[in-house]
């Protein structure tokens, strides 16, 4: 089962991920939301739609943006609908 981890910590775990463009999104409820905190960066991906981001706090630690989200994808993308995905050192271990 697919697992984000950070800093010692298991961010995410769930057998009901979805990959796209070798990226693991996790679904919303595998989320373990103490380490999450929204952040202000917005992106814009030209087939998925806007992407919003997470800072992950482990440990009084900040790895700042390295979660993001499509709250209303495009079409295309709208099996990872709220799934979350990591970058910035966030190691997805299968």
Not at 4 to 21: F, H, P
Not at 46 to 53: C, E, L, S, V
Not at 70 to 87: N, Q, T
């Amino acid at each position: 089962m697919p697992k984000a981890v950070w800093n010692g910590e298991v961010l995410a775990e769930s057998d009901r991920c979805e990959v796209v463009e070798d990226t693991c999104y996790f679904p919303p409820e595998a989320l373990n939301r103490q380490f999450f905190q929204r952040s202000h960066t917005k992106s814009h991906c030209p087939w998925k739609g806007d992407a919003y981001y997470y800072d992950i706090t482990v440990r009084g630690e900040t790895n700042r943006d390295a979660a993001w989200y499509y709250p209303d994808p495009k079409e295309e993308a709208s099996r990872i609908r709220g799934y979350v995905a990591f970058w910035h050192g966030v190691e997805i271990e299968y």
